[in-house]
Nanobody, 117 residues
Framework: DVQLQASGGGLVQAGGSLRLSCTVSGLVFDDYAIGWFRQAPGKEREGVSCIGSPSSKTHYVDSMKGRVTISRDNAKNTADLQMNSLKPEDTAVYYC??????????WGNGTLVTVSS
């Protein structure tokens, strides 16, 4: 079975940092691009960042550019999202998603990030 486990969320003060991790099993990790999404209360889910494979080309949503860095470790089947200078508006449930070139995708569970002012 394919499993994506997101972790690393928590409560942090504005200006603080968190590192989210997505641990994957049950598929060939290298075949998949990885994305991080978030959904704030009362809002639609939005993409935050993604990283391709094998190119590892990255993309960031404008609202978080310069504050987040996405990375992947194909040897460990993990993908991380380092988030710095967090703002209250970054409060959301964060999800990881994998998608291959055929459009097959998998979503992980969410991890809650709460940024206090």
């Amino acid at each position: 079975d394919v499993q994506l486990q997101a972790s690393g969320g928590g409560l942090v003060q504005a200006g603080g940092s968190l590192r989210l991790s997505c641990t994957v099993s049950g598929l060939v990790f290298d075949d998949y691009a990885i994305g991080w999404f978030r959904q704030a209360p009362g809002k639609e889910r939005e993409g935050v960042s993604c990283i391709g494979s094998p190119s590892s080309k990255t993309h960031y949503v404008d609202s978080m550019k310069g504050r987040v860095t996405i990375s992947r470790d194909n040897a460990k089947n993990t993908a991380d999202l380092q988030m710095n200078s967090l703002k209250p508006e970054d409060t959301a449930v964060y999800y990881c998603r994998l998608q291959n070139s055929y459009g097959v995708d998998y979503w992980g569970n969410g991890t809650l990030v709460t940024v206090s002012s």
